[in-house]
Structures are given as structure tokens and as C-alpha cells.
């Protein structure tokens, strides 16, 4: 069976700072990893996902996921935040259906 | 591409009242759709998974007299909430997946449900 976990409900930095939210899944298959964003009160937005070609996955606002299968880890990062990407964050693993961790609120301080 | 629509955004209705959200596909054919319940600063829960043409297969817990989905075509499904009460208040997102990438889902943009 597949499970997520996100590690830190809440996580804030300082705009420009360095994003890293973190990420461990498990699965007993090779996993399709995905990060999403959702502002209040809308939808779910792709941000990126993994499925199983480059380990390193680029995706939207700049944000990047490198997938460590010896670590089943997959961070999600950002070299510079922005006002903009307060957010909650959501990694999900897909096995038979989707699953979702519990969500990262990201805060970034001016 | 890839875009899903919820109608509507949002919506109040009294206590013991049935409402109707739709959930659209705009420019795919979405062989399996999704319903979602989302609680305030909490993740999303699956509530029920419905493939066209087929009754939809509810997750544990959820009860499918009160949760009626449809999914009579490629681009449609519908979720009614039957005799809402003020504890069925919550915002509920749809997704779909379909001919693109079957393992990737499109969400929709929710609907945050208020009953009084």
C-alpha cells in the first residue's frame, strides 16, 4: 500500500530564502510522485510530478523535486521564495488512487 | 489544457435541502472521475470514484445514499448532496483523469458548500 508523509504542518521563511518542504512516501512499486499547491478557498495545481524518468523533476514557479529512492524521499525545493508562494503544499503518491499527505503551510516573512 | 470545472463555486442551501455540483471536463474525455471533501486546513479526502457509465465505488465511511454521483458521460459528473445538514458543510473538489495520462489527475477549482 502507498502512504505520504509530509513532514512539518507549517513551515515559514524569509522571502528570498530557500524553500525546502519535505516529503517521504512509501510503495511497494515504483511510485508516480506529485506536488501540488492550492491557494484559499481554490483547487488542487499541479506543481510537478515524478514518473520514474529524470530523478531531478522541474516544475512551475520555479520549484523543483529531486526523487531519492534510498531515502523514498521527495523534497520539494525552491532557491528563492516569494510573497506569492504562500500556499499550502500537498504531496501525493498515486498506487490505485491518489493519496494525499496531511499538507505543508508555507508563510514567507517580507 | 487539461481543465476541469465546478459549478457552482459555491452554494448555500437550508438544512434538508438537496443541492447539485457538477463537475465538467472542458477539453478531455474523463473516463474516471474523482470527489473530494476537504475540511478547513486539513488534506483532501476521497470520497467516491466514478468511471462513465458505471456506479460509483464509495470509499469507507461514506455514505452513498446521502452522496449521490453521477457520471453519465465523458465530461459530466455530478455529486448531490442529499438532505444536507449543517455537518456536510465543507468545500469539495472534483478531479478527473482520462485520455491524456491515466495516472495523472486535473483537479477542478472546488465548491465550498454552506448549510444553515
Known amino acids: 500500500a502507498q502512504s505520504v508523509t509530509q513532514l512539518g504542518s507549517h513551515v515559514s521563511v524569509s522571502e528570498g530564502a530557500l524553500v525546502l518542504l519535505r516529503c517521504n512516501y512509501s510503495s511497494s512499486v515504483p511510485p508516480y510522485l506529485f506536488w501540488y499547491v492550492q491557494y484559499p478557498n481554490q483547487g488542487l495545481q499541479l506543481l510537478l510530478k515524478y514518473t520514474s524518468a529524470a530523478t531531478l523533476v522541474k516544475g512551475i514557479n520555479g520549484f523543483e523535486a529531486e526523487f531519492k529512492k534510498s531515502e523514498t524521499s521527495f523534497h520539494l525545493t525552491k532557491p528563492s521564495a516569494h510573497m506569492s508562494d504562500a500556499a499550502e503544499y500537498f504531496c501525493?503518491?498515486?498506487?490505485?488512487?491518489?493519496?494525499f499527505g496531511q499538507g505543508t503551510e508555507l508563510s514567507v516573512k517580507p | 489544457g487539461a481543465v476541469v470545472s465546478q459549478h457552482p463555486s459555491w452554494v448555500i442551501c437550508k438544512s434538508g435541502t438537496s443541492v447539485k455540483i457538477e463537475c465538467r471536463s472542458l477539453d478531455f474525455q474523463a473516463t474516471t472521475m474523482f470527489w473530494y471533501r476537504q475540511f478547513p486546513k486539513q488534506s483532501l479526502m476521497l470520497m467516491a470514484t466514478s468511471n462513465e457509465g458505471s456506479k460509483a465505488t464509495y470509499e469507507q465511511g461514506v455514505e452513498k445514499d446521502k452522496f449521490l454521483i453521477n457520471h453519465a458521460s465523458l465530461t459530466l459528473s455530478t455529486l448531490t448532496v442529499t438532505s444536507a445538514h449543517p455537518e456536510d458543510s465543507s468545500f469539495y473538489i472534483c478531479?478527473?483523469?482520462?485520455?491524456?495520462?491515466?495516472?495523472?489527475?486535473?483537479f477542478g477549482p472546488g465548491t465550498r458548500l454552506t448549510v444553515t
Open positions: 478531479s478527473a483523469s482520462g485520455d491524456r495520462a491515466a495516472y495523472e489527475q486535473y
Open positions: 501525493a503518491v498515486r498506487g490505485g488512487k491518489l493519496i
